[in-house]
């Protein structure tokens, strides 16, 4: 039996937190500053991780190392399975020759390249986002994005920025959901809906702002100046949606009704109005943006397309319009109870789990209070994300008409080209697991919740924001951090309510430079071991979002706290 300490070394919780922050510290240091390689900077990051745990925490060294394999299992899959599948599916795309097709059709609609920003990165990844998430939005807008001709590494940091507002309601709620069963055990008053309509109230603002920030990351302040009516309408038209829907109907299909009434909105506005001196895509862009594939390109024996009228338009849209398909039927109750059924395994993870005196298996870790930690790992293969990407992918084949063999060799290919992506996944998600499982995550989130109790509200997104840095995932900050934000708001007079979504709300603003989405965004992008080059381009826009955010949480906290839910013990 392990006990997670909260204050290791020497009763201090300020010098704990300070060496649990090492192995982050360390790896965002060499990612950013030294520009290690992603994958050399997350192997450094999780062996320290592991020093830290068995040396700092006392934490045994078999489950150390047990935890490690756990985090190793997390990134595989889902992770790198939903990553890999994705952009197996673009690849189809290219090797067949629907890829160009696919960005002549989007320079149609627009060859502006911050309306682009826009319709594809927000509004698409927002659908995406809602359908999908863990990463998979940022791999296929960056990948359109792409298709259009804009330049890769601006792909990314564009398809980085923008998956945000829609985090929170991202993969049907799940962030949400898994928030409101994290604090259910000491407040069941704090339900699904009390904070589906507290994220509503916080996640616009956001919204209403990340359009802005797109189009001067496209063209500066001169795009902001000749795309703001725009580019703000969309903001708060998407802002208005994600409030309506998570107050007044439910939490799962926020993001879908927002994404949806967005883009109608996007593409009726661009009939009557459209900016003035348009940023085109130039053709050095584009060649530039067809050699980041990861395969050669259009194989020869594969006829150039030339559909015209709805063929053209369906058959250059097919691998993204049968995923929206395949994912919103697996969303449909039935199927997913079915799926569910059928294609859920959950065990205890080996190593951390021992027979009880009443013959059950039960987590050998105790958190500091005592309570065991969940050590249960949940195998979703047939409804995860990846397994459906695998089974559109599977369906575009068959309408693309791709031979088995060039389908298998395009996953091969993938799977080559992505190998030190899949070093870097797999050992942040190990990082992950280690100082989650070991204590050193609950000593960081607490030091800061205890050591500034007095002012928690500016403090309660920033937890968000670690936790999501460390995990890559706003499910699994909420998970981690949900019951200590709501502890910490009542020792400091705060709204349990109001700091919970606030972990959830701020969390996002993590997810740019987590080196999990970073990896994914590179490698969708062909710039492998070019994190560090990304991550420099989007940390401080990450950390000005978070401090954008705090104000927010500040003023609701004060003077706008009529916006917050009232709940009844």
Not at 519 to 544: C, P, Q, T, Y
Request: charged share 10%; net charge positive.
């Amino acid at each position: 039996m392990f006990t997670q300490p909260l204050a290791p070394i020497a009763g201090s919780l300020a010098l704990s937190a300070l060496l649990a922050a090492l192995p982050l510290i360390l790896l965002f240091v060499l990612l950013g500053v030294f520009k290690i390689k992603a994958w050399v900077a997350a192997l450094i990051g999780v062996a320290t991780s592991i020093i830290v745990a068995i040396v700092g925490w006392g934490m045994p060294a078999a489950m150390a190392l047990s935890a490690t394999g756990e985090g190793i299992f997390y990134g595989a899959f889902p992770i790198m399975w939903i990553l890999l599948n994705a952009i197996w599916v673009y690849q189809l795309s290219v090797i067949t020759g629907w890829f160009d097709t696919l960005g002549s059709l989007i320079r149609s609609v627009s060859n502006d390249q911050r309306i682009l920003a826009i319709l594809i990165a927000f509004c698409f990844g927002a659908l995406m986002e809602a359908l999908a998430g863990f990463g998979a939005p940022v791999a296929i807008s960056a990948a359109m994005l792409m298709a259009a001709g804009m330049k890769p590494i601006k792909a990314a940091i564009v398809s980085l920025l923008a998956n945000t507002a829609p985090v929170a309601f991202g993969a049907m709620g799940a962030p949400i959901i898994t928030l409101a069963g994290a604090v259910s055990s000491t407040h069941p008053e704090i339900t699904v809906q009390v904070l589906s309509q507290m994220a509503g109230r916080q996640t616009p603002f956001v919204a209403a702002i990340v359009p802005l920030v797109l189009v001067f990351l496209v063209d500066g302040w001169r795009g902001v100046r000749e795309t703001w009516p725009i580019a703000l309408s969309a903001g708060v038209v998407f802002g208005v949606a994600q409030f309506i829907t998570s107050n007044f109907i439910t939490v799962e299909i926020t993001d879908v009704v927002a994404a949806l009434v967005t883009i109608g909105f996007v593409l009726v506005t661009l009939r009557f109005w459209k900016p003035k001196n348009s940023i085109p895509l130039e053709e050095s862009a584009l060649h530039e943006a067809n050699s980041a594939a990861l395969v050669s390109g259009r194989l020869a024996h594969y006829p150039e397309v030339t559909a015209t009228g709805g063929r053209r338009i369906w058959g250059a849209i097919a691998p993204y319009a049968i995923i929206i398909i395949i994912f919103s039927i697996s969303q449909i109750p039935a199927v997913k109870t079915w799926l569910l059924s059928i294609g859920q395994v959950k065990f205890p993870w080996p190593g951390l789990n021992a027979l009880g005196d009443d013959g059950k298996m039960a987590s050998t870790i105790l958190n500091s209070s005592g309570k065991p930690v969940s050590t249960i790992f949940t195998f979703d293969h047939l409804r995860a994300t990846g397994t459906l990407l695998l089974l559109s992918g599977i369906i575009t084949c068959f309408v693309y008409k791709v031979k088995a063999s060039d389908a298998v060799a395009a996953y091969v290919a993938t799977i080559k080209q992505l190998k030190f992506t899949i070093v870097t996944v797999l050992s942040v998600l190990a990082l992950a697991y280690v100082m989650n499982l070991s204590g050193q995550t609950a000593s960081l989130g607490s030091a800061l919740a205890l050591g500034l109790v007095g002012a928690f509200a500016f403090v309660s997104p920033l937890i968000g924001w670690l936790g999501v840095a460390i995990t890559g995932s706003d499910t699994s900050s909420n998970a981690l951090f949900g019951l200590l934000q709501v502890t910490a708001a009542e020792q400091s007079g705060l709204s349990p309510v109001l700091m919970a979504s606030a972990n959830s709300s701020g969390g996002v603003m993590g997810k740019m430079i987590s080196p999990q989405n970073l990896a994914v965004a590179a490698a969708a992008v062909g710039m492998i071991n070019k994190e560090g080059d990304i991550f420099r381009k989007v940390v401080l826009w990450s950390l000005a979002l978070l401090a954008y955010f705090t104000v927010i949480v500040v003023l609701q906290a004060g003077p706008w706290s009529w916006m917050v839910p009232v709940v009844h013990p």
